[in-house]
Each structure stands twice: as C-alpha cells, then as structure tokens.
C-alpha cells in the first residue's frame, strides 16, 4: 500500500511541474493549495531535495523547484524514493539476502510477474502524463 508521504510527495511534485514558469514556489503556498500541513510538508520535500529531484533556495524568493523537465521523472521513482522498494514481497527487494527456498518456491514466479508489472506501470507514467486533466 502507498502511504501519505509516497502520494503526498506525487502532488506535490504535479504542483511544482505545474508551476514551473513562476521559479522557486514557496512551501507555505504548495502546502496551501495541496492541503498538507508544512510540517508534513517540509520532511517530503527535505527528502526530495536530497535526492535531486528537487531544488530548495531560502531566503526571500525563496522556495522549491524541478531539477529536471516534467517529462524527465517517472511516478515510479518518485514513489520508490518516498515509500522505498515497492516490491510485494521481501525477497525481491534490492539488495535482499537470496531466499533458501528460493529454488523450490513455487510462488516466485508469481511475485516476479507481479513485482515486474508494478515497476513497469509506475516507471512507465511520466510526471508530465499526471499533470494532464484529462
């Protein structure tokens, strides 16, 4: 399940993209228009910042924007870097420890085609694709 954060840090970046033509947008104002309280806010964007899919500037004209053109980020990574893996199971995880069951498991093939269709559908869906109100 997608937690607050992982969907709260997708409409933030929808906003940004959104208003990428007025520069840096303050917090107050994303926070305002998105409903979340700054507080929230702030620990999201903090993490996105770090990760350079976003740019903070303090001070007076101050605020957050893009790295990157809307068209260059995908749900997928915005997601993975919010909630961590999305794999449905431990084993698949990155960087997990191989399973001893691993080569009699008769439901890996299962969590594989799963684990490949939730990665394939949310790195396949752009931040432009979402900013569209159709």
């Keep these: 399940m997608i937690s607050t954060k992982g969907r709260y840090a997708l409409r933030v970046m929808i906003d940004l993209a959104e208003q990428q033509s007025e520069g840096y947008v303050p917090l107050n104002e994303i926070a305002a228009r998105q409903e979340i309280s700054v507080k929230y806010l702030e620990l999201i964007l903090k993490s996105l910042v770090q990760n350079k899919l976003l740019e ?79």
Aim: proline letters at 8%; a positive charge; one cysteine or more.
């Design 56 to 134: 903070g500037q303090r001070g007076k004209g101050g605020g957050y924007r893009l790295t990157r053109a809307p068209e260059d980020y995908t749900a997928g990574e915005i997601l993975e870097l919010t909630e961590g893996t999305l794999s449905p199971v431990a084993c698949l995880a990155p960087g997990a420890k191989p399973c001893p069951r691993c080569d009699g498991c008769r439901t890996l093939p299962l969590w594989q085609k799963f684990d490949a269709t939730v990665h394939d559908f949310f790195y396949g869906v752009t931040l432009r694709e979402l900013m569209r109100k159709d």
